[in-house]
C-alpha cells in the first residue's frame, strides 16, 4: 500500500539541502541499526547533487557506516562512462569519492561505452538483472525494497527519466527500460520504472524553485501518472516531498504551513 505524501517546505534551495542531507543521515543511521545495511537511491540534477555536496560536508556524515550502505541510481544518462553529465559522475564528485564505501555495493547504471555498448535496452535488462539478485524472494516486485529513493521533480513533473506520456510511463512488469526520444537531452537514458519505484519504503521527492511549482501542485492534486509522472511515485512505508519555498507557491497555504497533505 503506498502511502500519501508528507510535505516540508524549508525557506529556500540551500536550507533544503542541508535539511535533506540532515534527514538522509538520521535515516540511514536508523536503518543501519535496525537491520545492519541500508540501501539509498541516488537521483541527478541541481538539487539532488546539492544534498550529497551537503551531505558530504556536515560532521555527522560519519554516523554513517558507508561500507554498508548499497547505492543504486534511479536513472541514468546513457554517456560513456566518466562523462560529467552522468548522474553517475556527478554523484561521485558530490559524495561517493569522499566517504569509505564499498565499491561492490555501488551499482551504477551501465555507461554507453560499458558491456552492452551502445544498445540502452541491454543496459536496463543487465540493471534490471542486479535489482533482482539484490532482492528477497518474498519481495512482489525484483527490486531491493529500498530505504530511501530519491527523486528529483522536472518542471513537466517527470521523475527519473520518466516523462509525460511516454512509453516508459504504461510499464507493469520490467522495472528498468531504455528511454530514447527524452524531451531534454540527451534523449537516450535508462530508467527505473514506476513499479520498481513504489517498491521502496520511503521516497523522497525533492523539488526547489518556481519553475516546479506547477509541477509540485499537479503532483499533488491527484493527477494521473501516466500525465504526471511524479503523482505515481510513492513510497509503501512514507513518501517526503521535500520543497523550498517557491517551489511549493501553488500549494495551500494551510497544507504547507502544517506540513502534510
Not at 535533506?20 to 541499526?33: G, K, N
Not at 531491493?144 to 521523475?159: M, S, T, Y
Amino acid at each position: 500500500m503506498n502511502t500519501r505524501p508528507e510535505v516540508l517546505v524549508h525557506h529556500d534551495a540551500a536550507l533544503l539541502a542541508q535539511a535533506a542531507a540532515a534527514r538522509l543521515v538520521t535515516r540511514l543511521v536508523d536503518v543501519q541499526a535496525d537491520r545492519g545495511a541500508a540501501s539509498l537511491v541516488l537521483t541527478g540534477g541541481g538539487v539532488g547533487t546539492a544534498i550529497l555536496q551537503e551531505l558530504a560536508a556536515i560532521p555527522a556524515r560519519d554516523a554513517v557506516d558507508w561500507r554498508r550502505v548499497d547505492l543504486w541510481w534511479g536513472d541514468e544518462r546513457f554517456l560513456p562512462e566518466g562523462h560529467p553529465d552522468r548522474n553517475e559522475t556527478q554523484a561521485r564528485a558530490a559524495l561517493i569519492d569522499k566517504v569509505e564505501v564499498d565499491p561492490a555495493r555501488v551499482r551504477p547504471m551501465p555507461a554507453a561505452d560499458g558491456p552492452d555498448g551502445d544498445d540502452p535496452e541491454a543496459a536496463a535488462r543487465r540493471y534490471a538483472s542486479w535489482l533482482a539478485e539484490a532482492a528477497r524472494p518474498d519481495e512482489d516486485v525484483a527490486v531491493p525494497a529500498f530505504d530511501v529513493l530519491l527523486l528529483g521533480v522536472g518542471p513537466d513533473a517527470h521523475v527519473a527519466s520518466l516523462f509525460p506520456e511516454m512509453p516508459a510511463m504504461y510499464e507493469e512488469d520490467r522495472t528498468a527500460v531504455a528511454v530514447r526520444g527524452a524531451p531534454k537531452p540527451p534523449p537516450t537514458r535508462v530508467s527505473l520504472t514506476l513499479p520498481a519505484i513504489r517498491a521502496a519504503r520511503e521516497v523522497w521527492l525533492v523539488a526547489a524553485g518556481e519553475s516546479k511549482a506547477q509541477a509540485v501542485h499537479l503532483a499533488l492534486s491527484g493527477g494521473g501518472p501516466v500525465q504526471v509522472p511524479a503523482a505515481g511515485a510513492r513510497g509503501w512505508e512514507r513518501t517526503l516531498v521535500l520543497l523550498d519555498e517557491p517551489a511549493a507557491n501553488r500549494l495551500p497555504h494551510q497544507l504547507r504551513s502544517r506540513g502534510l497533505l
